[in-house]
C-alpha cells in the first residue's frame, strides 16, 4: 500500500484559502467578535473625533480613522487565534488538524488571516463614521498605496498573530495571554498614544512591530503626505520576519506535543 501523497505549495496555498474563508465565516457567527470588530473601534473613533473634531485637520481625522480600524483589526487578531485553538482544543479537532497532511502551521495561520481580514471592516467602518459626521474626506489620496498598505497590514498583522499562536497550542488557557497581549501592542504602535509619548527605551520596541509601520503608511497614503512607499515595506520586512520567526517556533512545539502525545493535555 502506498502512502498517500503530500499536498504541494499549490494545495497548501489551497487550503489556506478554503481555511481561511470557513473561520472567516464561523468568527461571524460569534458575538464578541463582531463587537470587536465594530462596536469597539466605532466607540474608540467616536470619542477620539469628538476630541479632534473641532481642529478640522484633515490629517488627524485620518489617523483616528487609520488607528482605531488597526485598533479592531488587531484585537480580533489575537482573540481569533487565542479563541480559534481553544476552540479547536474543547471541540476534539486540534488533534486532527495537527496531523493532517498540510502542516499544522496552514491552519493556525488560516485562523489568523481570517481575524486580519476583519480588519478591513473595521477600518471601513471607522472611516464611513469620519467622512458622514466629521466631513472627512472617504477616499484617500493615494487610494493605490492605500490599498496596499492594507493588504500589508492585513498580511503583516496575520503573522504577528501566528506568531503569538505558538504559545496558544501550548497553552490551555490562551484567553489570559490575548487579555495581557492586547493593550500593550496597541501603546507601542502609536494606536492609542504617538510613539514619540513613549520612554526612549521603548522605542526600538514600536519599530520592530509591523503594526507601527501599517498605521504610519496608511496614515500618509490618506493624507497625501510623508513616504508610504517604505512603510509598506518595512511593514512587509517585519511581517515576514514574524512569519519566519514563528515557523520555527512553531516547528519546535510540533515536534515536542506530538513525540510526548500531550497536545490535548497541556
Same mark, same amino acid.
Given at each position: 500500500?502506498?502512502?498517500?501523497?503530500?499536498?504541494?505549495?499549490?494545495?497548501?496555498?489551497?487550503?489556506?484559502?478554503?481555511?481561511?474563508?470557513?473561520?472567516?465565516?464561523?468568527?461571524?457567527?460569534?458575538?464578541?467578535?463582531?463587537?470587536?470588530?465594530?462596536?469597539?473601534?466605532?466607540?474608540?473613533?467616536?470619542?477620539?473625533?469628538?476630541?479632534?473634531?473641532?481642529?478640522?485637520?484633515?490629517?488627524?481625522?485620518?489617523?483616528?480613522?487609520?488607528?482605531?480600524?488597526?485598533?479592531?483589526?488587531?484585537?480580533?487578531?489575537?482573540?481569533?487565534?487565542?479563541?480559534?485553538?481553544?476552540?479547536?482544543?474543547?471541540?476534539?479537532?486540534?488533534?486532527?488538524?495537527?496531523?493532517?497532511?498540510?502542516?499544522?502551521?496552514?491552519?493556525?495561520?488560516? +485562523?489568523?488571516?481570517?481575524?486580519?481580514?476583519?480588519? +478591513?471592516?473595521?477600518?471601513?467602518?471607522?472611516?464611513?463614521?469620519?467622512?458622514?459626521? *466629521?466631513?472627512?474626506?472617504?477616499?484617500?489620496?493615494?487610494?493605490?498605496?492605500?490599498?496596499?498598505?492594507?493588504?500589508?497590514?492585513?498580511?503583516?498583522?496575520?503573522?504577528?498573530? *501566528?506568531?503569538?499562536?505558538?504559545?496558544?497550542?501550548?497553552?490551555?488557557?490562551?484567553?489570559?495571554?490575548?487579555?495581557?497581549?492586547?493593550?500593550?501592542?496597541?501603546?507601542?504602535?502609536?494606536?492609542?498614544?504617538?510613539?514619540?509619548?513613549?520612554?526612549?527605551?521603548?522605542?526600538?520596541?514600536?519599530?520592530?512591530?509591523?503594526?507601527?509601520?501599517?498605521?504610519?503608511?496608511?496614515?500618509?497614503?490618506?493624507?497625501?503626505?510623508?513616504?508610504?512607499?517604505?512603510?509598506?515595506?518595512?511593514?512587509?520586512?517585519?511581517?515576514?520576519?514574524?512569519?519566519?520567526?514563528?515557523?520555527?517556533?512553531?516547528?519546535?512545539?510540533?515536534?515536542?506535543?506530538?513525540?510526548?502525545?500531550?497536545?490535548?493535555?497541556?
Amino acid at each position: 500500500m502506498t502512502a498517500p501523497a503530500t499536498p504541494g505549495a499549490a494545495g497548501h496555498l489551497r487550503a489556506l484559502l478554503v481555511c481561511s474563508a470557513f473561520q472567516l465565516r464561523l468568527l461571524l457567527q460569534y458575538k464578541f467578535y463582531v463587537v470587536a470588530v465594530f462596536v469597539q473601534p466605532l466607540a474608540f473613533a467616536l470619542i477620539q473625533f469628538v476630541m479632534v473634531g473641532h481642529r478640522q485637520e484633515t490629517s488627524a481625522l485620518a489617523a483616528v480613522s487609520v488607528q482605531t480600524g488597526l485598533i479592531g483589526m488587531w484585537t480580533a487578531t489575537l482573540f481569533g487565534s487565542g479563541g480559534g485553538l481553544s476552540r479547536e482544543r474543547r471541540f476534539g479537532t486540534l488533534e486532527p488538524v495537527a496531523v493532517t497532511p498540510s502542516p499544522l502551521a496552514v491552519g493556525i495561520l488560516a +485562523i489568523n488571516l481570517a481575524t486580519a481580514v476583519m480588519g +478591513i471592516i473595521s477600518m471601513a467602518v471607522t472611516l464611513a463614521l469620519g467622512a458622514v459626521f *466629521f466631513d472627512m474626506p472617504f477616499v484617500p489620496r493615494r487610494p493605490a498605496l492605500f490599498a496596499a498598505a492594507l493588504v500589508v497590514a492585513v498580511l503583516a498583522n496575520a503573522c504577528l498573530g *501566528f506568531l503569538m499562536s505558538n504559545a496558544f497550542v501550548l497553552y490551555r488557557n490562551a484567553l489570559v495571554l490575548t487579555n495581557l497581549l492586547e493593550y500593550p501592542v496597541w501603546v507601542l504602535t502609536g494606536l492609542m498614544v504617538p510613539v514619540s509619548f513613549l520612554p526612549q527605551w521603548c522605542r526600538p520596541f514600536s519599530e520592530v512591530l509591523s503594526m507601527t509601520w501599517a498605521a504610519r503608511a496608511l496614515n500618509h497614503s490618506m493624507t497625501g503626505e510623508g513616504a508610504p512607499v517604505t512603510e509598506i515595506l518595512w511593514c512587509a520586512v517585519t511581517g515576514a520576519a514574524c512569519l519566519l520567526v514563528a515557523l520555527l517556533f512553531l516547528r519546535t512545539v510540533h515536534d515536542a506535543v506530538r513525540r510526548r502525545a500531550t497536545l490535548s493535555l497541556v
